[in-house]
Protein backbone atom coordinates (compact mmCIF):
# COMPACT_ATOMS: atom_id res chain seq x y z
CA UNK A 1 0.00 0.00 0.00
CA UNK A 2 0.79 3.24 -0.95
CA UNK A 3 1.86 6.04 2.06
CA UNK A 4 0.73 9.97 0.68
CA UNK A 5 1.68 12.79 2.57
CA UNK A 6 -1.64 14.01 3.91
CA UNK A 7 -0.33 16.76 5.40
CA UNK A 8 0.40 18.49 1.83
CA UNK A 9 -3.78 18.80 1.18
CA UNK A 10 -4.61 19.65 4.06
CA UNK A 11 -7.22 22.45 3.41
CA UNK A 12 -9.88 20.14 4.18
CA UNK A 13 -10.14 18.51 7.47
CA UNK A 14 -13.29 16.60 9.08
CA UNK A 15 -14.74 18.65 11.45
CA UNK A 16 -15.82 15.71 13.55
CA UNK A 17 -12.69 14.04 15.22
CA UNK A 18 -14.92 10.79 15.87
CA UNK A 19 -16.34 8.37 13.34
CA UNK A 20 -19.47 7.74 14.75
CA UNK A 21 -19.44 10.43 17.94
CA UNK A 22 -23.75 10.16 18.10
CA UNK A 23 -23.08 6.65 18.95
CA UNK A 24 -21.39 7.63 22.02
CA UNK A 25 -24.30 9.52 23.36
CA UNK A 26 -26.44 6.07 22.89
CA UNK A 27 -30.01 6.71 23.99
CA UNK A 28 -33.31 5.20 22.89
CA UNK A 29 -32.96 7.44 19.53
CA UNK A 30 -33.55 4.82 16.37
CA UNK A 31 -29.78 4.13 14.34
CA UNK A 32 -30.89 1.39 12.15
CA UNK A 33 -34.07 -0.82 11.07
CA UNK A 34 -33.06 -3.77 8.88
CA UNK A 35 -36.54 -5.93 7.90
CA UNK A 36 -38.54 -6.09 10.66
CA UNK A 37 -35.90 -5.31 13.17
CA UNK A 38 -34.63 -1.94 14.97
CA UNK A 39 -31.99 -1.02 16.97
CA UNK A 40 -32.03 2.37 19.01
CA UNK A 41 -28.44 3.77 18.94
CA UNK A 42 -27.75 2.10 22.75
CA UNK A 43 -28.69 -1.27 21.20
CA UNK A 44 -26.50 -0.36 18.09
CA UNK A 45 -23.73 0.65 20.42
CA UNK A 46 -23.96 -2.14 22.94
CA UNK A 47 -24.01 -4.96 20.07
CA UNK A 48 -20.57 -3.33 18.98
CA UNK A 49 -19.18 -3.30 22.03
CA UNK A 50 -19.88 -7.79 22.82
CA UNK A 51 -18.04 -7.67 19.35
CA UNK A 52 -15.66 -5.82 20.83
CA UNK A 53 -14.81 -8.54 23.38
CA UNK A 54 -15.76 -11.08 20.92
CA UNK A 55 -12.63 -10.02 19.14
CA UNK A 56 -10.03 -10.24 22.50
CA UNK A 57 -11.62 -13.21 23.24
CA UNK A 58 -10.64 -14.72 20.10
CA UNK A 59 -7.47 -12.98 20.32
CA UNK A 60 -7.92 -10.37 17.53
CA UNK A 61 -5.64 -7.57 17.87
CA UNK A 62 -5.74 -3.88 17.12
CA UNK A 63 -4.16 -3.75 13.07
CA UNK A 64 -5.58 -7.46 12.00
CA UNK A 65 -7.87 -7.43 9.47
CA UNK A 66 -11.18 -9.74 9.36
CA UNK A 67 -13.31 -10.79 7.20
CA UNK A 68 -17.23 -10.04 7.65
CA UNK A 69 -20.48 -11.74 5.64
CA UNK A 70 -22.16 -8.81 5.22
CA UNK A 71 -25.29 -10.74 5.42
CA UNK A 72 -28.18 -8.17 5.51
CA UNK A 73 -28.61 -8.50 9.71
CA UNK A 74 -28.53 -5.54 12.38
CA UNK A 75 -25.46 -7.45 14.08
CA UNK A 76 -23.41 -6.84 10.85
CA UNK A 77 -23.45 -3.32 11.42
CA UNK A 78 -22.68 -4.01 15.41
CA UNK A 79 -19.54 -6.59 13.80
CA UNK A 80 -18.49 -3.32 11.69
CA UNK A 81 -18.61 -0.55 14.39
CA UNK A 82 -16.90 -2.91 16.92
CA UNK A 83 -13.93 -3.90 14.73
CA UNK A 84 -13.41 0.11 13.87
CA UNK A 85 -13.68 0.38 17.76
CA UNK A 86 -11.30 -2.47 18.12
CA UNK A 87 -9.00 -0.37 15.04
CA UNK A 88 -9.38 -3.69 12.99
CA UNK A 89 -10.18 -3.61 8.94
CA UNK A 90 -13.12 -5.22 7.60
CA UNK A 91 -13.50 -7.32 4.60
CA UNK A 92 -17.11 -7.48 3.86
CA UNK A 93 -17.52 -10.57 2.20
CA UNK A 94 -20.72 -10.32 -0.73
CA UNK A 95 -22.76 -13.39 1.02
CA UNK A 96 -23.42 -14.44 -2.67
CA UNK A 97 -19.63 -14.92 -3.57
CA UNK A 98 -18.63 -17.61 -5.22
CA UNK A 99 -15.61 -19.70 -4.64
CA UNK A 100 -12.96 -18.91 -6.89
CA UNK A 101 -13.75 -15.39 -6.04
CA UNK A 102 -13.91 -16.01 -2.29
CA UNK A 103 -10.55 -18.12 -2.15
CA UNK A 104 -8.87 -15.03 -4.09
CA UNK A 105 -9.91 -12.60 -0.96
CA UNK A 106 -9.32 -14.47 1.26
CA UNK A 107 -5.89 -15.42 0.33
CA UNK A 108 -5.42 -12.08 -0.80
CA UNK A 109 -6.23 -9.94 2.28
CA UNK A 110 -5.52 -12.61 4.81
CA UNK A 111 -8.06 -11.95 7.17
CA UNK A 112 -7.13 -13.51 10.92
CA UNK A 113 -10.99 -14.44 11.20
CA UNK A 114 -13.98 -14.37 9.72
CA UNK A 115 -17.26 -13.44 11.10
CA UNK A 116 -20.75 -14.34 10.34
CA UNK A 117 -24.39 -12.51 11.56
CA UNK A 118 -26.28 -15.33 13.93
CA UNK A 119 -28.59 -17.54 12.07
CA UNK A 120 -26.51 -17.27 8.94
CA UNK A 121 -24.45 -19.70 8.15
CA UNK A 122 -21.93 -19.09 5.18
CA UNK A 123 -22.40 -21.27 1.89
CA UNK A 124 -18.93 -22.19 1.85
CA UNK A 125 -16.30 -23.44 3.97
CA UNK A 126 -14.52 -20.15 4.70
CA UNK A 127 -10.95 -21.27 3.03
CA UNK A 128 -9.11 -22.46 6.33
CA UNK A 129 -10.57 -19.46 8.18
CA UNK A 130 -12.13 -20.15 11.15
CA UNK A 131 -15.96 -18.59 11.40
CA UNK A 132 -17.21 -16.83 14.35
CA UNK A 133 -20.09 -15.58 15.13
CA UNK A 134 -21.00 -11.43 15.23
CA UNK A 135 -22.76 -10.54 18.69
CA UNK A 136 -25.95 -10.12 19.67
CA UNK A 137 -26.31 -9.20 23.83
CA UNK A 138 -26.17 -5.35 24.85
CA UNK A 139 -24.86 -4.42 27.53
CA UNK A 140 -25.52 -0.76 28.73
CA UNK A 141 -21.93 1.10 28.48
CA UNK A 142 -20.33 3.77 26.36
CA UNK A 143 -18.31 3.04 23.34
CA UNK A 144 -15.09 4.06 23.30
CA UNK A 145 -14.25 6.71 20.58
CA UNK A 146 -13.31 6.09 17.23
CA UNK A 147 -10.77 8.51 16.25
CA UNK A 148 -10.76 9.66 12.27
CA UNK A 149 -7.16 8.90 11.60
CA UNK A 150 -5.13 7.29 8.69
CA UNK A 151 -5.80 4.10 9.73
CA UNK A 152 -7.53 1.41 7.83
CA UNK A 153 -10.98 0.61 8.43
CA UNK A 154 -12.11 -1.35 5.20
CA UNK A 155 -10.56 -3.39 2.42
CA UNK A 156 -13.45 -3.13 -0.60
CA UNK A 157 -12.51 -5.74 -3.17
CA UNK A 158 -13.44 -4.22 -7.05
CA UNK A 159 -12.91 -5.21 -10.17
CA UNK A 160 -10.04 -3.51 -12.74
CA UNK A 161 -10.57 -4.21 -16.46
CA UNK A 162 -8.10 -7.19 -16.54
CA UNK A 163 -7.41 -9.72 -13.41
CA UNK A 164 -9.10 -10.23 -9.94
CA UNK A 165 -10.53 -7.71 -8.02
CA UNK A 166 -8.03 -5.48 -6.26
CA UNK A 167 -8.58 -4.97 -2.63
CA UNK A 168 -8.75 -0.65 -2.15
CA UNK A 169 -7.82 0.66 1.52
CA UNK A 170 -10.02 2.76 2.68
CA UNK A 171 -9.17 4.96 5.61
CA UNK A 172 -11.09 6.26 8.31
CA UNK A 173 -10.20 9.95 7.36
CA UNK A 174 -11.36 8.64 3.48
CA UNK A 175 -14.64 7.85 5.08
CA UNK A 176 -15.36 10.93 7.24
CA UNK A 177 -14.23 13.55 5.20
CA UNK A 178 -16.65 12.25 2.09
CA UNK A 179 -19.20 11.73 4.42
CA UNK A 180 -18.87 15.41 5.60
CA UNK A 181 -18.81 16.38 2.11
CA UNK A 182 -21.87 14.76 1.50
CA UNK A 183 -23.37 16.13 4.95
CA UNK A 184 -22.96 19.46 3.58
CA UNK A 185 -23.79 18.84 0.03
CA UNK A 186 -27.08 17.22 0.80
CA UNK A 187 -28.31 19.63 3.72
CA UNK A 188 -28.03 15.64 5.98
CA UNK A 189 -28.81 15.83 8.98
CA UNK A 190 -29.84 13.78 11.88
CA UNK A 191 -33.71 14.46 11.57
CA UNK A 192 -33.00 11.90 8.34
CA UNK A 193 -33.60 8.37 7.58
CA UNK A 194 -31.86 7.16 4.71
CA UNK A 195 -33.94 4.34 2.93
CA UNK A 196 -31.95 1.75 0.68
CA UNK A 197 -31.64 -1.48 -0.06
CA UNK A 198 -28.25 -1.90 -1.69
CA UNK A 199 -25.46 -4.34 -0.83
CA UNK A 200 -23.61 -3.81 2.74
CA UNK A 201 -20.39 -4.89 0.74
CA UNK A 202 -19.69 -1.19 -1.25
CA UNK A 203 -19.22 2.09 -1.15
CA UNK A 204 -22.80 3.35 -1.68
CA UNK A 205 -24.66 0.81 0.48
CA UNK A 206 -22.21 0.44 3.49
CA UNK A 207 -19.99 4.06 3.27
CA UNK A 208 -22.43 6.17 2.37
CA UNK A 209 -25.97 3.98 3.40
CA UNK A 210 -25.20 2.76 6.80
CA UNK A 211 -21.65 4.63 7.85
CA UNK A 212 -23.17 8.07 6.40
CA UNK A 213 -26.38 7.65 8.68
CA UNK A 214 -24.91 7.18 11.58
CA UNK A 215 -22.55 10.05 11.25
CA UNK A 216 -24.78 12.28 10.75
CA UNK A 217 -26.34 10.50 14.00
CA UNK A 218 -29.63 10.08 11.56
CA UNK A 219 -31.05 6.50 11.25
CA UNK A 220 -30.67 4.30 8.17
CA UNK A 221 -34.15 1.85 7.34
CA UNK A 222 -32.39 -1.08 5.16
CA UNK A 223 -34.52 -2.89 3.06
CA UNK A 224 -32.42 -6.57 2.63
CA UNK A 225 -33.49 -7.71 -0.75
CA UNK A 226 -34.80 -4.92 -3.07
CA UNK A 227 -38.81 -5.42 -3.83
CA UNK A 228 -40.42 -2.15 -5.19
CA UNK A 229 -43.57 -2.99 -2.10
CA UNK A 230 -40.48 -3.24 0.52
CA UNK A 231 -39.42 0.44 -0.66
CA UNK A 232 -42.82 1.47 -0.30
CA UNK A 233 -43.48 0.17 2.78
CA UNK A 234 -40.24 2.05 3.99
CA UNK A 235 -40.86 5.11 2.93
CA UNK A 236 -44.73 5.01 4.39
CA UNK A 237 -45.46 2.53 6.97
CA UNK A 238 -43.08 4.05 8.96
CA UNK A 239 -43.41 7.57 10.85
CA UNK A 240 -39.79 8.54 10.19
CA UNK A 241 -39.36 12.51 10.15
CA UNK A 242 -38.09 12.85 6.66
CA UNK A 243 -36.73 10.17 4.51
CA UNK A 244 -33.75 10.06 1.91
CA UNK A 245 -33.94 7.62 -0.93
CA UNK A 246 -30.55 5.96 -1.91
CA UNK A 247 -30.59 4.20 -5.39
CA UNK A 248 -28.23 2.58 -8.17
CA UNK A 249 -30.21 3.64 -11.77
CA UNK A 250 -31.89 0.41 -12.12
CA UNK A 251 -33.91 1.02 -8.83
CA UNK A 252 -34.95 3.75 -10.13
CA UNK A 253 -36.10 2.59 -13.61
CA UNK A 254 -37.94 -0.21 -12.12
CA UNK A 255 -39.32 2.07 -9.30
CA UNK A 256 -40.43 4.61 -11.97
CA UNK A 257 -41.88 1.69 -14.53
CA UNK A 258 -44.01 0.14 -11.81
CA UNK A 259 -45.12 3.74 -10.14
CA UNK A 260 -46.28 4.27 -13.15
CA UNK A 261 -49.21 2.03 -12.83
CA UNK A 262 -49.33 1.87 -8.82
CA UNK A 263 -50.66 4.65 -7.60
CA UNK A 264 -49.32 3.92 -3.70
CA UNK A 265 -45.67 3.45 -4.99
CA UNK A 266 -45.89 6.69 -6.95
CA UNK A 267 -47.37 8.20 -3.51
CA UNK A 268 -44.18 6.99 -1.67
CA UNK A 269 -41.74 7.88 -3.92
CA UNK A 270 -43.16 11.62 -3.63
CA UNK A 271 -42.35 11.42 0.33
CA UNK A 272 -38.66 11.37 0.50
CA UNK A 273 -36.74 14.71 0.61
CA UNK A 274 -34.37 13.55 -1.59
CA UNK A 275 -34.39 10.73 -3.96
CA UNK A 276 -30.52 10.05 -4.89
CA UNK A 277 -29.19 7.84 -7.59
CA UNK A 278 -25.64 6.92 -8.23
CA UNK A 279 -22.78 4.69 -8.98
CA UNK A 280 -23.95 4.42 -12.47
CA UNK A 281 -25.66 7.01 -15.35
CA UNK A 282 -28.77 7.60 -14.91
CA UNK A 283 -30.85 7.80 -18.20
CA UNK A 284 -32.17 11.45 -18.36
CA UNK A 285 -35.37 9.81 -19.77
CA UNK A 286 -35.71 7.89 -16.13
CA UNK A 287 -35.59 11.50 -14.73
CA UNK A 288 -37.87 12.59 -16.89
CA UNK A 289 -40.18 9.67 -15.76
CA UNK A 290 -39.57 10.28 -12.07
CA UNK A 291 -40.30 14.09 -12.52
CA UNK A 292 -43.68 13.61 -13.87
CA UNK A 293 -44.40 10.90 -11.23
CA UNK A 294 -43.36 13.08 -8.02
CA UNK A 295 -43.31 16.74 -9.48
CA UNK A 296 -39.64 16.59 -8.83
CA UNK A 297 -36.58 14.74 -9.86
CA UNK A 298 -33.31 12.82 -8.93
CA UNK A 299 -30.35 14.19 -7.49
CA UNK A 300 -27.37 12.23 -8.99
CA UNK A 301 -23.77 12.20 -7.78
CA UNK A 302 -21.26 10.44 -8.98
CA UNK A 303 -18.24 8.43 -7.38
CA UNK A 304 -15.52 5.11 -7.49
CA UNK A 305 -14.75 2.91 -4.61
CA UNK A 306 -11.37 4.30 -4.78
CA UNK A 307 -12.54 8.11 -4.63
CA UNK A 308 -15.68 7.59 -2.84
CA UNK A 309 -18.07 10.75 -3.79
CA UNK A 310 -16.72 13.35 -6.30
CA UNK A 311 -19.14 15.12 -7.23
CA UNK A 312 -23.01 15.64 -6.21
CA UNK A 313 -25.82 18.26 -7.27
CA UNK A 314 -26.26 19.54 -3.71
CA UNK A 315 -29.98 19.55 -2.22
CA UNK A 316 -30.03 23.21 -2.65
CA UNK A 317 -30.52 23.30 -6.26
CA UNK A 318 -32.85 21.22 -8.69
CA UNK A 319 -32.06 18.01 -10.08
CA UNK A 320 -29.97 18.52 -12.95
CA UNK A 321 -30.77 15.61 -15.94
CA UNK A 322 -27.70 14.28 -17.62
CA UNK A 323 -25.11 15.99 -14.70
CA UNK A 324 -23.47 14.59 -11.88
CA UNK A 325 -23.28 18.23 -10.41
CA UNK A 326 -19.88 19.96 -9.30
CA UNK A 327 -17.18 18.61 -7.03
CA UNK A 328 -18.12 18.19 -3.61
CA UNK A 329 -16.33 20.44 -0.92
CA UNK A 330 -12.83 19.36 -0.37
CA UNK A 331 -12.85 17.47 -3.78
CA UNK A 332 -9.99 18.79 -6.56
CA UNK A 333 -10.89 17.67 -10.10
CA UNK A 334 -9.76 18.40 -13.23
CA UNK A 335 -10.11 16.93 -16.50
CA UNK A 336 -6.77 15.70 -18.56
CA UNK A 337 -6.46 14.37 -21.98
CA UNK A 338 -4.92 11.38 -23.25
CA UNK A 339 -0.98 12.60 -22.04
CA UNK A 340 -2.58 13.55 -18.47
CA UNK A 341 -2.33 17.24 -19.32
CA UNK A 342 -4.94 19.75 -18.08
CA UNK A 343 -7.76 20.70 -19.97
CA UNK A 344 -8.76 24.26 -19.13
CA UNK A 345 -12.20 24.02 -21.09
CA UNK A 346 -15.52 24.51 -19.40
CA UNK A 347 -18.08 24.52 -22.62
CA UNK A 348 -19.75 21.03 -21.65
CA UNK A 349 -18.15 19.98 -25.11
CA UNK A 350 -14.42 18.98 -24.77
CA UNK A 351 -14.16 15.23 -22.89
CA UNK A 352 -11.29 14.49 -20.61
CA UNK A 353 -10.54 11.86 -18.27
CA UNK A 354 -11.99 12.94 -14.46
CA UNK A 355 -8.98 12.88 -12.19
CA UNK A 356 -9.63 14.02 -8.55
CA UNK A 357 -7.70 14.72 -5.03
CA UNK A 358 -9.16 14.49 -1.98
CA UNK A 359 -9.11 13.53 1.55
CA UNK A 360 -11.30 11.10 0.65
CA UNK A 361 -9.03 9.35 -2.11
CA UNK A 362 -8.08 5.77 -1.01
CA UNK A 363 -4.82 4.63 0.57
CA UNK A 364 -4.67 2.26 -2.54
CA UNK A 365 -4.76 -1.12 -3.53
CA UNK A 366 -3.65 -4.12 -1.03
CA UNK A 367 -0.39 -5.95 -2.25
CA UNK A 368 -0.40 -4.13 -5.47
CA UNK A 369 1.80 -1.09 -4.89
CA UNK A 370 1.93 -1.11 -8.77
CA UNK A 371 -1.34 -0.68 -9.94
CA UNK A 372 -1.32 1.87 -7.40
CA UNK A 373 0.83 3.58 -9.19
CA UNK A 374 -0.92 3.32 -12.37
CA UNK A 375 -4.04 5.48 -10.86
CA UNK A 376 -2.55 7.31 -8.21
CA UNK A 377 0.03 9.87 -8.73
CA UNK A 378 2.91 11.19 -6.33
CA UNK A 379 0.48 14.46 -5.59
CA UNK A 380 -2.29 12.38 -4.74
CA UNK A 381 -4.30 12.83 -7.96
CA UNK A 382 -6.34 9.88 -8.62
CA UNK A 383 -6.92 8.88 -12.78
CA UNK A 384 -10.46 7.66 -12.45
CA UNK A 385 -10.66 6.33 -16.22
CA UNK A 386 -14.08 7.96 -16.56
CA UNK A 387 -14.48 10.42 -19.42
CA UNK A 388 -16.60 13.72 -18.96
CA UNK A 389 -17.30 17.77 -19.80
CA UNK A 390 -17.18 20.41 -17.82
CA UNK A 391 -19.89 23.34 -18.32
CA UNK A 392 -19.29 27.15 -17.07
CA UNK A 393 -20.22 26.64 -13.84
CA UNK A 394 -18.13 23.41 -12.99
CA UNK A 395 -21.31 21.03 -13.56
CA UNK A 396 -19.47 17.60 -14.73
CA UNK A 397 -21.50 15.47 -17.15
CA UNK A 398 -20.07 11.61 -17.58
CA UNK A 399 -20.08 10.41 -20.77
CA UNK A 400 -18.68 6.95 -20.49
CA UNK A 401 -15.17 5.28 -19.58
CA UNK A 402 -11.46 5.25 -21.04
CA UNK A 403 -11.45 1.42 -21.13
CA UNK A 404 -14.68 -0.57 -22.95
CA UNK A 405 -13.63 -3.53 -20.50
CA UNK A 406 -15.28 -2.21 -17.46
CA UNK A 407 -18.62 -2.94 -16.94
CA UNK A 408 -21.13 -1.46 -14.94
CA UNK A 409 -24.54 -3.78 -15.16
CA UNK A 410 -27.20 -2.86 -12.25
CA UNK A 411 -24.47 -0.25 -10.60
CA UNK A 412 -22.28 -2.90 -9.97
CA UNK A 413 -18.52 -2.62 -11.75
CA UNK A 414 -17.46 -5.72 -13.69
CA UNK A 415 -14.09 -6.11 -15.19
CA UNK A 416 -14.39 -7.99 -18.42
CA UNK A 417 -11.29 -9.46 -18.11
CA UNK A 418 -12.08 -11.55 -15.23
CA UNK A 419 -15.57 -13.11 -16.44
CA UNK A 420 -13.21 -13.84 -19.91
CA UNK A 421 -10.62 -15.68 -17.77
CA UNK A 422 -13.58 -17.46 -15.75
CA UNK A 423 -15.10 -18.95 -18.89
CA UNK A 424 -11.81 -20.29 -20.21
CA UNK A 425 -11.84 -22.35 -17.13
CA UNK A 426 -14.91 -23.98 -18.54
CA UNK A 427 -13.87 -27.10 -20.42
CA UNK A 428 -16.25 -26.68 -23.43
CA UNK A 429 -15.00 -23.34 -23.77
CA UNK A 430 -11.85 -22.59 -26.46
CA UNK A 431 -11.95 -18.50 -26.51
CA UNK A 432 -14.41 -15.91 -25.24
CA UNK A 433 -14.94 -12.01 -25.19
CA UNK A 434 -17.22 -10.15 -23.02
CA UNK A 435 -18.51 -6.98 -23.57
CA UNK A 436 -20.97 -5.13 -21.76
CA UNK A 437 -24.21 -4.03 -24.12
CA UNK A 438 -26.67 -1.53 -23.13
CA UNK A 439 -29.63 -2.47 -21.25
CA UNK A 440 -32.77 -0.15 -20.64
CA UNK A 441 -33.31 -2.32 -17.00
CA UNK A 442 -29.20 -2.55 -15.68
CA UNK A 443 -27.80 0.48 -17.95
CA UNK A 444 -25.56 -2.73 -19.50
CA UNK A 445 -26.12 -6.19 -19.36
CA UNK A 446 -22.68 -8.41 -19.49
CA UNK A 447 -22.71 -10.28 -22.67
CA UNK A 448 -20.29 -13.43 -23.46
CA UNK A 449 -18.96 -14.34 -27.15
CA UNK A 450 -18.08 -18.25 -26.81
CA UNK A 451 -16.12 -20.35 -29.63
CA UNK A 452 -16.94 -23.72 -28.28
CA UNK A 453 -13.95 -26.46 -28.46
CA UNK A 454 -14.77 -29.15 -31.03
CA UNK A 455 -18.03 -31.12 -30.77
CA UNK A 456 -19.17 -29.24 -27.37
CA UNK A 457 -22.80 -28.53 -27.09
CA UNK A 458 -24.73 -24.93 -26.84
CA UNK A 459 -25.13 -24.65 -23.17
CA UNK A 460 -25.62 -20.21 -22.05
CA UNK A 461 -27.27 -21.32 -19.17
CA UNK A 462 -24.65 -24.22 -18.10
CA UNK A 463 -22.09 -21.39 -18.51
CA UNK A 464 -23.92 -18.50 -16.92
CA UNK A 465 -23.96 -20.49 -13.93
CA UNK A 466 -20.58 -21.51 -13.86
CA UNK A 467 -19.88 -18.03 -13.91
CA UNK A 468 -22.06 -16.98 -11.07
CA UNK A 469 -20.80 -20.33 -8.74
CA UNK A 470 -17.01 -18.87 -9.28
CA UNK A 471 -17.35 -15.49 -9.04
CA UNK A 472 -20.77 -13.96 -8.02
CA UNK A 473 -24.29 -13.63 -9.53
CA UNK A 474 -24.13 -10.10 -10.81
CA UNK A 475 -21.19 -10.92 -13.31
CA UNK A 476 -23.12 -13.78 -14.74
CA UNK A 477 -23.21 -13.11 -18.65
CA UNK A 478 -27.31 -12.35 -19.39
CA UNK A 479 -26.55 -13.60 -22.92
CA UNK A 480 -23.83 -15.84 -24.58
CA UNK A 481 -23.38 -16.06 -27.78
CA UNK A 482 -21.53 -18.85 -29.93
CA UNK A 483 -19.29 -17.80 -32.57
CA UNK A 484 -17.43 -20.04 -34.80
CA UNK A 485 -14.67 -17.92 -34.51
CA UNK A 486 -13.66 -14.00 -32.61
CA UNK A 487 -12.92 -11.24 -35.12
CA UNK A 488 -9.06 -10.73 -34.29
CA UNK A 489 -6.48 -7.61 -35.26
CA UNK A 490 -2.99 -8.53 -37.26
CA UNK A 491 -1.71 -8.44 -33.58
CA UNK A 492 -4.04 -11.00 -32.32
CA UNK A 493 -6.40 -8.87 -30.02
CA UNK A 494 -10.15 -9.41 -30.48
CA UNK A 495 -11.79 -7.01 -32.07
CA UNK A 496 -14.72 -6.60 -29.55
CA UNK A 497 -16.72 -3.70 -31.37
CA UNK A 498 -16.78 -6.14 -34.12
CA UNK A 499 -18.57 -8.24 -31.74
CA UNK A 500 -21.78 -5.79 -31.25
CA UNK A 501 -21.48 -3.63 -33.93
C1 LIG B 1 -29.75 -15.55 -10.71
N1 LIG B 1 -29.31 -15.79 -9.49
C2 LIG B 1 -28.38 -16.72 -9.58
C3 LIG B 1 -28.26 -17.07 -10.95
N2 LIG B 1 -29.13 -16.33 -11.62
N3 LIG B 1 -27.63 -17.32 -8.68
C4 LIG B 1 -26.77 -18.27 -9.07
N4 LIG B 1 -26.63 -18.65 -10.36
C5 LIG B 1 -27.34 -18.08 -11.32
N5 LIG B 1 -27.19 -18.47 -12.58
C6 LIG B 1 -29.85 -15.18 -8.25
C7 LIG B 1 -29.11 -14.04 -7.66
O1 LIG B 1 -28.11 -14.45 -6.79
C8 LIG B 1 -30.21 -13.34 -6.86
O2 LIG B 1 -30.49 -14.05 -5.70
C9 LIG B 1 -31.36 -13.46 -7.78
O3 LIG B 1 -31.10 -14.61 -8.58
C10 LIG B 1 -31.54 -12.25 -8.64
O4 LIG B 1 -30.27 -11.88 -9.12
P1 LIG B 1 -30.10 -10.88 -10.29
O5 LIG B 1 -30.98 -11.30 -11.41
O6 LIG B 1 -28.66 -10.72 -10.58
O7 LIG B 1 -30.59 -9.55 -9.65
P2 LIG B 1 -31.09 -8.28 -10.37
O8 LIG B 1 -32.57 -8.27 -10.35
O9 LIG B 1 -30.47 -8.13 -11.70
O10 LIG B 1 -30.53 -7.15 -9.39
C11 LIG B 1 -30.75 -5.81 -9.66
C12 LIG B 1 -30.27 -4.98 -8.49
C13 LIG B 1 -28.79 -5.32 -8.22
C14 LIG B 1 -30.41 -3.53 -8.87
C15 LIG B 1 -31.09 -5.27 -7.25
O11 LIG B 1 -28.08 -5.17 -9.44
C16 LIG B 1 -28.15 -4.47 -7.15
O12 LIG B 1 -28.36 -4.68 -5.94
N6 LIG B 1 -27.32 -3.49 -7.52
C17 LIG B 1 -26.58 -2.63 -6.57
C18 LIG B 1 -25.13 -2.58 -6.92
C19 LIG B 1 -24.37 -1.64 -5.97
O13 LIG B 1 -24.65 -1.54 -4.80
N7 LIG B 1 -23.40 -0.93 -6.53
C20 LIG B 1 -22.60 0.05 -5.76
C21 LIG B 1 -21.13 -0.05 -6.11
S1 LIG B 1 -20.28 1.28 -5.27
P3 LIG B 1 -31.43 -13.50 -4.52
O14 LIG B 1 -31.07 -14.34 -3.35
O15 LIG B 1 -31.10 -12.06 -4.38
O16 LIG B 1 -32.83 -13.70 -5.02
C22 LIG B 1 -20.12 2.47 -6.44
C23 LIG B 1 -19.60 3.81 -6.02
C24 LIG B 1 -20.72 4.76 -6.22
O17 LIG B 1 -20.47 2.27 -7.56
O18 LIG B 1 -20.62 5.73 -6.94
O19 LIG B 1 -21.76 4.45 -5.62
P1 LIG C 1 -17.34 1.38 -8.38
O1 LIG C 1 -15.93 1.25 -8.17
O2 LIG C 1 -18.14 0.17 -8.33
O3 LIG C 1 -17.64 2.32 -7.35
O4 LIG C 1 -17.64 2.05 -9.77
C1 LIG C 1 -17.21 3.34 -10.07
C2 LIG C 1 -17.67 3.73 -11.43
O5 LIG C 1 -19.09 3.86 -11.46
C3 LIG C 1 -17.16 5.06 -11.86
O6 LIG C 1 -15.82 4.99 -12.34
C4 LIG C 1 -18.16 5.44 -12.93
O7 LIG C 1 -17.81 4.83 -14.15
C5 LIG C 1 -19.45 4.82 -12.44
N1 LIG C 1 -20.35 5.81 -11.81
C6 LIG C 1 -20.60 6.00 -10.51
N2 LIG C 1 -21.53 6.98 -10.36
C7 LIG C 1 -21.86 7.41 -11.59
C8 LIG C 1 -22.77 8.40 -12.11
N3 LIG C 1 -23.57 9.11 -11.32
N4 LIG C 1 -22.82 8.56 -13.45
C9 LIG C 1 -22.05 7.82 -14.27
N5 LIG C 1 -21.19 6.87 -13.85
C10 LIG C 1 -21.10 6.67 -12.53
Redesign the pocket.
Known amino acids: MRQRDKARRSWYRSSVSELFARLREADSRLALIVGDEAWSYAELAGAALEHVSLLARSKVAPGDRVALWAEPHLSTAAAMIGNAVACVTTIPLNP?LGSAELEHILSDSAPKLAFCAAGFEPIHEAGGVPLLRAAHASPPSRLPSIEVDDSPALILYTSGTTGLPKGAVITRRNIAANLDSLAEAWEWTARDTVVHS??LI????LVLGLFGSLRVGGALHYVP??SLGGIGRALTDYRHDQTVLFA?P??IHRLAETAERDDDLRDALRVPRLLIS??AGLPVREHERIQALTGRGVHER????ETL?NCAVPASSPPMPGYVGPPLPGVELKLVDEQRRAIDAHDDETIGEVVVRSDAVFAGYLNRDEATRELLDGEGWFYTGDLATRTASGAIRILGRRSTDMIKT????VGAGEIEACLLEHPTVREAAVVGVPDDD?GQRIAAFVVLNECEAEDPAGL??FV??RLS??K?PREVRFRHELPRNAMGKVQKKKLTG
Request: proline share 6%; no cysteine; hydrophobic share 35%.
Open positions: KLPHAHGRFVTMGSYGLTIGGYRLAAAEPHR
